[in-house]
């Protein structure tokens, strides 16, 4: 059975720190691209931050500067280093595992994580 597993959210007053991470088990976690989404309610699921299998990142450009994607696949988990938080970061996070970063960006996702909560108070 393929899960991914997030962990790491919580509440954090704005400018503080966060760092989420998404463990991986069942799948050849290298194989994979990896990207982190996020939902506030009534908003449209956005994709933050992706990496690929060769370790390249991207970001959102609301994030960039602010947020760092990281993987280790000696440990099959993926990272987001989230600093600098800001109230419109207050979002349901989920990582998400796809052949290439171009099919986390059109939405194609082999596998999801159940999502963890992070919570920017002003």
């Known amino acids: 059975q393929v899960q991914l597993v997030e962990s790491g959210g919580g509440l954090v007053q704005a400018g503080g720190s966060l760092r989420l991470s998404c463990a991986a088990s069942?799948?050849?976690?290298?194989?994979?691209?990896v990207g982190w989404f996020r939902q506030a309610p009534g908003k449209q699921r956005e994709l933050v931050a992706t990496?690929?299998?060769?370790?390249?990142?991207n970001y959102v450009d609301s994030v960039k500067g602010r947020f760092t994607i990281s993987r280790d696949n000696a440990k099959n988990t993926v990272y987001l280093q989230m600093n600098s938080l800001e109230p419109e970061d207050t979002a349901v996070y989920y990582c998400?595992?796809?052949?290439?970063?171009?099919?986390?960006?059109?939405?194609?996702?082999?596998?999801w994580g159940q999502g963890t909560q992070v919570t920017v108070s002003s």
């Open positions: 069942g799948l050849t976690f290298g194989s994979y691209a």
């Open positions: 998400a595992a796809a052949a290439y970063t171009l099919h986390l960006r059109r939405g194609a996702i082999d596998y």
């Open positions: 990496i690929t299998t060769g370790r390249t990142p």
